[in-house]
């Protein structure tokens, strides 16, 4: 697999070693893995951004925040926090150039980040709905926090 030994988690920071200018990233995420995927795109991605998530350790939101910078997913901000529901916001430049393209796009990759990561701070399960808010060109996320 890696030279991390397999199931040995990643460190967050291992990310600043690689280098993406985003363009081969964005059409191997909205073109080449949704044809893969075909009608199960939309909960395969999310089982993707899980699964990816859980190969990183998160101790804070930060780190949380620190992960989608250093993939370049842009800015993840929490702007309300309640004990069963949060929500954060995603934003960037690269966004707003996204949802302006003629190439469609969805976040459930992240969408599929988020909940892992929630999941592991919290120590509860959790699920994650995003929404595309193009007027404001930012994307929504939504925690559900299970008992």
Known sequence: ?????GNQKLDINELGQLYSD???YDILRYVG???L???EKETLLYFLGRNLARKFEFNSLEDLSLFFEKMGLGVLDLVKDKKKVKTFYL???AIVTK???NIETD???EAGIVAEALQQLEGADCECLESV???LKQIEFTVYIQD
């Open 107 to 109: 976040f459930r990759l």
């Open 22 to 24: 985003g363009a081969g």
């Open 33 to 35: 893995l949704p044809e």
């Open 91 to 93: 934003l960037s430049d």
């Open 37 to 39: 995927f075909g009608e």
């Open 99 to 101: 949802l302006k393209s």
């Open 133 to 135: 808010h193009r007027r």
């Open 1 to 5: 697999m890696s030279k991390n030994g």
